[in-house]
């Protein structure tokens, strides 16, 4: 028991519900920051991680982003898209994981979000109904927030697929690749 | 075996057309080769004897290499059920350090044998088999990251995520895939 509620404490890290409790990122004021002010998102900073997982990996100049969660500003978005949530809760669930994943990059880009160059990959794995089917529409919510922010190379080569269950119950997960100068 | 032939005779060539004569003599080169590396001293530490690299049981390869990324394909463990129902999390946390283990046997052969070389985990994707109303997909995935950070410590960390499935390939309760970076 004692193990398991360790594990518990562990994974919660692990899934980087770090947005709840991250504190602002330093203001740097580059192009993507203002764009993003002008989006109204606000980018908290990644949290140092404490478990079995880093929040991001760089090898040359590609960034793995690890699986982000809908933690937005009321906690973490939980529930069954097509069952609990409609395909738009789903959406800004999505679009929750995408400003959660800005905060991963951020941090692996040294605070300059203007040296990402182009999101490279976005798997999206929404938790559905057997018979939900708009995982693509739900996913957009990450993808068109990225476009919004990056225009053209701000889209991904995607996948957007449904699953039956994922990690404390959240409506979605994605995660990213990204290239930076 | 082959390819160590053809090296060992490569290198006599080049060394030759060098104008060197060659040094180390075929017998010592041979008794090289089985060498203990760090990685190998801390598998044998925490007792983990890596198995033979499973063979593909589809249309597929087990390992890809582009410049120093080795890709790794999905790697599952011997059990058989859905977590949640069939099994606990604590099981499938097992499960999960053995599918770690079966993409160890994987590295190593893309590493020719020397996990040294490894330079970092890069990327981890834990699918579990789960029930609808299971939610500990992190936990038991910290099986294989639990794994990997005891081996290569910070740098057996990956950029991770861990999801739930209904179903996977001839009922694998979990399958792990992951990158890694070496020299």
Known sequence: MERRSFFAAAGATALGVSLLSGKAAAQSGGKIDAKLAELGVEVKAAEAPVAAYVGWRKVGNLVYVAGQVPAGPDGLVLGTVGKDLTMEQGKAAARYCGINILGQLKAACGGNLDRVKQCIQIQGLVNSADDFTEQHLVVNGTSELFRDIWGEPGLAARAAVGTNSLPLGIACEVLAIFEVA | ?183
């Open chain 2, 1 to 183: 075996m082959l390819r160590r032939a053809l090296f060992t005779t490569a290198l006599a060539s080049f060394l030759a057309a060098c104008g060197k004569t060659e040094q180390a003599p075929e017998a010592e080169l041979e008794t090289a080769a089985p060498s203990v590396g760090k990685v190998d001293t801390k598998l044998a530490e925490l007792g983990i004897e890596l198995p033979e690299a499973a063979t593909p049981i589809a249309a597929y390869t087990p390992i890809r290499k582009v410049g120093n990324m080795v890709y790794i394909a999905g790697q599952g463990p011997q059990n058989r059920g859905v977590v949640g129902s069939d099994y606990t999390t604590e099981q499938a946390y097992g499960f999960a350090r053995a599918a770690g283990i079966s993409v160890l046997s994987q590295l190593k052969k893309a590493c020719d044998g020397d996990l040294d070389r490894v330079v970092q985990c890069v990327q981890l994707q834990g699918i579990v088999r789960s029930t609808d109303d299971f939610t500990e997909q992190h936990l038991v995935i910290n099986g294989t990251s639990e794994l990997f950070r005891d081996i290569f410590g910070d740098a057996g960390l990956a950029a991770r995520a861990a999801v739930g499935t209904n179903a996977l390939p001839v009922g694998f309760a979990c399958e792990v895939i992951a990158t890694f970076e070496i020299a």
